[in-house]
């Protein structure tokens, strides 16, 4: 598998967002990822129960334009924070695809 693909075959692309669900299982996020790729986003989900370091160069090294990090209390607080990779700005957002995209439509301005 080539260091551009992410599935054989299949590039990030520009754009994409990396799901990292860091100290939670991946299965509390999958609804939401499906949610974000119906809406047209292309999203990449960490499957690796890694550190957030290791995790974040993963995500960059895939391609990944941004990052959303889910953890124990986004969960619970039902929000979470979206970061551009390429300069680390952050907007917060509620953890739903809208106002995921929203958060995504401010960062890519």
């Known amino acids: 598998m080539g260091r551009n693909e992410v599935v054989p075959g299949e590039s990030a692309g520009p754009g994409s967002l990396a799901v990292i669900p860091f100290k939670v299982e991946a299965s509390n996020v999958l609804g939401l990822v499906a949610e974000l790729r119906e809406s047209g986003e292309r999203v990449l989900l960490e ?4 550190n957030l370091g290791r995790s974040m160069g993963w995500a ?23 970061k551009r ?7 917060q957002c509620k953890l739903s695809a809208g106002a995921i995209a929203e958060a995504l439509a401010s960062l890519r301005d």
């Open 85 to 91: 990779m390429s300069d680390g700005q952050e907007a």
């Open 47 to 50: 499957l690796r129960q890694r």
């Open 60 to 82: 960059d090294s895939a391609g990944a334009a941004f990052a959303l990090i889910v953890g124990p209390r986004d969960l619970e607080a039902g929000e979470a924070t979206v």
